[in-house]
């Protein structure tokens, strides 16, 4: 399976991870020569409590995935939850790197068996007592819509439909998009408009447009600080010497967003992507993922954009890491 950063798990990580149950509680993973791989593992012990020794992981100058078993088990195997590390001391590009390569990280090693996920840019965000209570939010009692929205994730990951088919009808069904909307996204195909903003409930709104957000810096302040937000982008700009234009989408998912909120973006993301490029036939160069607006960089984006014209050029010189988008990211 490809990502949109071209970093996907090693052959290696796969072999550690489908043999992990039940001997193995935690996999630390981290991306090093444009692939995920597995770099120290905690065996199984006692209960996952009394095995969460995570902390001689947590460097300050090393981001990293944690793959932590939990004791549970949903269909005959155990669950998981993936700890996203991103110190706040860690390069953009890192940032960028793994938030946009874990939705690979986990597709790939397969969607159903993680049920939770956790961010942390310090030691004292990914305490023993902080998933406990993390954990404690996740199991109240779900809304009518928290359970559509968790239904709708599971079909996703356990059928494997292609990009290109798998939401043919679902935005007029799950996330129907209103009419500002639609009129938005064909003034975007027209080139009447460079920038769209839009917000997730019921349906999918308009929260703001224009037609002179080209850059990168000036979305930045438009990012809302503690909910969630879908962004599309034409972003014009210079690469050896010639002017160009890529289309990209991005997806904004602070740490701070309400769970409710993170599930319902989540299911949508792919819903809203597909039915813009199939139904408007506006073509996404980058899909970017970030939860902060810092780890949103110009040089890296256009970096990420053209990385494999990059290391086409350069054939000889060792691989060059494609930038990644976004916290997440995007980048798809």
Known sequence: M?????????EGLKDVFSNAEPDTRAIRVVIRDEQMIP???????GTWEEDYQIGQWLNPASPCYI???????????????????????????????????RATLTKVLGDNKFVDSLYGSITDELTLDSVKNHKKVMTLPLTLREKEMKELNRSESENDISITTRYTVAPSVAFPFSEETQEAFQKFKNNELT???LNVNESVELTESNN?????????????????????????????????TSQIFIYSCPDKSKVKEKMTYSSARNTVVNYVESDYSIKLDKRIEISHESDLDEQS????????ESRKAS????PIRPAPPGRRRVRK
């Not at 770099?39 to 012990?45: N, T």
């Not at 810096?217 to 050896?240: G, T, V």
């Not at 984006?301 to 494999?308: E, M, N, R, T």
């Open 195 to 197: 920038y769209i903003q």
């Open 212 to 244: 002179e957000f080209t850059k990168i810096e000036q979305i930045r302040s438009r990012l809302p600080a503690e909910s969630p937000c879908f962004i599309f982008l034409k972003f014009p700009h210079d690469y050896k010497g010639v002017q160009v």
């Open 301 to 308: 984006v256009i970096d990420d954009l053209h990385a494999s």
């Open 315 to 318: 054939p000889a010189q060792s």
């Open 39 to 45: 770099e120290g593992s905690i065996p199984a012990s």
């Open 2 to 10: 490809s990502s949109q950063t071209g970093i996907t798990p090693s």
């Open 67 to 101: 793959l932590y078993r939990l004791d549970s088990k949903t269909a005959e195997t155990f669950d998981w939850i993936i700890i996203s590390y991103v110190p706040d001391d860690s390069k953009v590009r890192e940032k960028m790197l793994y938030a946009a390569s």
